[in-house]
């Protein structure tokens, strides 16, 4: 229903639909970024971390064997870097995947909210085109006030 005043949609709404959301895999970019990806894909995996365990295992008899020292060395330096790394980068993977989810649900309420307004904005023109027209009409039919 056309009333004199076409509407147009924000051009937000088409910008938002081409992009899309913006996601973490988006700022892995060039040749740097991708061997940096692929690496962390590796590395951050509970079975990575199974074999870093098992290789720093392997040391902890000599580290027994040297005291003290030694021990308190090899749990902060080998058995605790080796492995917290691993599981570190686990936790922050799946936290990345939550943000990534919560991102896409973030940028379909706000699609969805750009279109509500859209079509707000475009009853609001035939509302106000209405009122004008009704307006006139008045002004037309009301009786002359003697001058």
């Given at each position: 229903m056309n009333h004199g005043h076409p509407h147009l949609p924000n051009p937000r709404i088409e910008e938002r639909r081409k992009a899309g959301p913006h996601v973490t895999g988006d700022e892995h970019i060039g040749f740097n970024g991708r061997l940096a990806l692929i690496i962390t894909k590796?590395?951050?995996?509970?079975?990575?971390?199974?074999?870093?365990?098992?290789?720093?295992l392997i040391s902890l008899p000599a580290a027994l064997t040297g005291g003290t020292a030694a021990i308190v060395s090899w749990v902060a330096q080998t058995f605790l870097q080796l492995v917290l790394l691993s599981v570190i980068m686990v936790g922050q993977k799946v936290?990345?995947?939550?943000?990534?989810?919560?991102?896409?649900?973030?940028?379909?309420?706000?699609?969805?909210?750009?279109?509500?307004?859209?079509?707000?904005?475009?009853?609001?023109?035939?509302?106000?085109?209405?009122?004008?027209e009704i307006h006139q009409?008045?002004?037309?039919?009301?009786?002359r006030q003697p001058e």
């Amino acid at each position: 229903m056309n009333h004199g005043h076409p509407h147009l949609p924000n051009p937000r709404i088409e910008e938002r639909r081409k992009a899309g959301p913006h996601v973490t895999g988006d700022e892995h970019i060039g040749f740097n970024g991708r061997l940096a990806l692929i690496i962390t894909k590796a590395v951050s995996t509970m079975w990575c971390a199974y074999l870093f365990a098992g290789i720093a295992l392997i040391s902890l008899p000599a580290a027994l064997t040297g005291g003290t020292a030694a021990i308190v060395s090899w749990v902060a330096q080998t058995f605790l870097q080796l492995v917290l790394l691993s599981v570190i980068m686990v936790g922050q993977k799946v936290a990345a995947q939550a943000s990534d989810k919560q991102s896409l649900q973030t940028y379909r309420d706000a699609e969805a909210l750009l279109k509500i307004q859209d079509e707000l904005h475009r009853l609001l023109k035939i509302n106000n085109h209405l009122t004008e027209e009704i307006h006139q009409l008045l002004v037309e039919k009301a009786p002359r006030q003697p001058e």
